[in-house]
């Protein structure tokens, strides 16, 4: 994931999850295997910014003054209304 959703997306999308996360030190114990999947046709968008975190950590490295802001946002399928 690289960038947040646009305003736009966000001020558009049906749902919208976001999530700020703050640590003055963080040990990565497990580096994370993680991927997010949308289906359909661009329904949805998701991304972090982040402070003082590269996108892949490496395991046994501490970070300090980390900053993490997700934001996840999503559009209802829309259906023809019936004749």
Same mark, same amino acid.
């Given at each position: 994931?690289?960038?947040?959703?646009?305003?736009?997306?966000?001020?558009?999308?049906?749902?919208?999850?976001?999530?700020? /996360?703050?640590?003055?030190?963080?040990?990565?114990? #497990?580096?994370?295997?993680?991927?997010? +999947?949308?289906?359909?046709?661009?329904? %949805?968008?998701?991304?972090?910014?982040?402070?003082?975190?590269?996108?892949? /950590?490496?395991?046994?490295?501490?970070?300090?003054? #980390?900053?993490?802001?997700?934001?996840? +946002?999503?559009?209802?399928?829309?259906? %023809?209304?019936?004749?």
């Amino acid at each position: 994931m690289s960038g947040r959703p646009t305003d736009e997306d966000i001020a558009r999308a049906d749902i919208v999850v976001a999530a700020d /996360v703050e640590a003055d030190d963080l040990e990565v114990r #497990v580096a994370p295997d993680h991927k997010v +999947e949308f289906h359909g046709h661009d329904q %949805a968008a998701s991304g972090t910014n982040r402070e003082n975190l590269p996108e892949s /950590v490496t395991e046994g490295q501490r970070y300090r003054s #980390v900053r993490i802001g997700y934001v996840l +946002e999503a559009r209802a399928a829309r259906h %023809a209304e019936p004749d």
